[in-house]
């Protein structure tokens, strides 16, 4: 992120989830897990709040896959350690959002 970037007002995180909700969700430790039921990337992506270890990645991972889904992070403004940890677990940019 360059020093001149401004970060997103958290409250569009929450319109966007209030206004295309996922059919569920659950915490799994720091990782929060949708069910997207195909309705898209954004309803189906996994978020993460604070610091996560390899081993929860790993885990929320496995439940991505046991849902039937593809694994799937939202990487947020200023999430850059979860942003590299995700890269160097073979993770590319898919559908960024300005």
Do not use: H
């Amino acid at each position: 992120m360059s020093m001149g970037a401004t970060l997103t007002d958290p409250k569009y995180y929450d319109v966007v989830e209030a206004t295309w909700p996922a059919a569920g969700k659950r915490r799994l430790g720091p990782v929060t897990l949708r069910d997207g039921q195909g309705g898209g990337s954004r309803v189906s992506a996994a978020s993460v709040e604070g610091p996560a270890s390899e081993a929860e990645i790993e885990a929320a991972e496995q439940a991505m896959r046991a849902m039937g889904q593809d694994c799937l992070f939202m990487v947020r403004d200023g999430q850059d350690e979860l942003d590299a940890q995700l890269a160097a677990r073979g993770y590319l940019v898919k559908d960024p959002v300005n």
